[in-house]
């Protein structure tokens, strides 16, 4: 007899994402600061505050299933985050860091609406439809900012750090 | 005088994606073998004959950069199959496992979307258009399995790994 059931795997996708959420609050506190343009900097800020309110929005999700907030270490997040501290690392005083930067961001994105499209995916199979609501808020605010994000990149950040060294 | 420039950090870029790529063939296989619905088994057969392609494709970049074709540890690709690889191992005759796979595919998928993407845009700024036709060819793909796996997930996976536990 199964012990673990779909139930099981969506509350550990909400711990999961709660754990990298809070590690991205973290990151992006850096990267804001680590940034050399000011519309990046800008760029990270918003997201920190929108991620501030994602973090909440997780609560609200552990209330709905009866559960405690408590996070799930997440390999994945700390290894994309890993890679964003190297470029800091590797990359300060290049004018490629803030390309390389925004690229770190978007892997974040990226996780983040690969987790959150499945989280409200699941919630829905399991009729938590007022948690789905909850995810597919998060979800459309992640896939904005990826969007800003890749603007942001071709419009001016890969540019000026390809003029910088021609 | 900064000495790292767009040119490396687009370089360094491929190398990650080249590591993560040989990691996704050895995970793939794994997922076809864990899976228990034979379409997702299948789909994992047909992306890994799709990435086997994709890394042919590195190859002709790192060949057009006149650099040879060598991996960095890419430590996001080893937390999110690592990710993969616990779903496979506490979900194990559970009937949420395929779900669960499902999900730590579509992680990977978005990984390599934030990397293809970044890439053709680097790619495209450093005036390597030969280089930015290839990584977009496989961007397409991996947008498209992405997509035929939320197809995948919604019609049936998910469904299913209710279903039994009802």
Redesign the interface.
């Known amino acids: 007899m199964?012990?673990?059931?779909?139930?099981?795997?969506f509350l550990?996708?909400v711990k999961?994402i709660y754990y990298a959420e809070r590690k991205i609050i973290a990151a992006l506190k850096k990267m804001a600061r680590g940034a050399e343009a000011e519309d990046l900097k800008a760029a990270f800020d918003k997201h920190l505050q929108e991620t501030e309110g994602q973090v909440e929005r997780l609560v609200q999700v552990f209330e709905i299933l009866g559960k405690p907030a408590r996070g799930k270490t997440?390999?994945?997040?700390?290894?994309?985050i890993?890679?964003g501290q190297e470029?800091l690392e590797?990359?300060k005083?290049?004018?490629?860091l803030d390309?390389?930067l925004l690229?770190a961001a978007?892997?974040v994105?990226?996780?983040e609406?690969?987790?959150y499209?499945?989280l409200k995916?699941?919630a829905l199979?399991?009729g938590r439809n007022d948690a789905a609501q909850l995810l597919d808020q998060t979800l459309a605010e992640e896939l904005n900012t990826d969007q800003s994000l890749?603007r942001l990149?071709?419009a001016k950040v890969?540019?000026e750090?390809?003029q910088?060294?021609a």
């Open positions: 199964p012990t673990k059931t779909l139930e099981d795997l550990d996708g999961d997440c390999p994945a997040i700390d290894g994309i890993e890679e470029i590797e990359f005083g290049s004018p490629a390309a390389g690229a978007q892997a994105e990226h996780y609406i690969a987790r499209g499945t995916s699941w199979q399991l890749t990149a071709e890969n540019r750090g390809k910088k060294v």
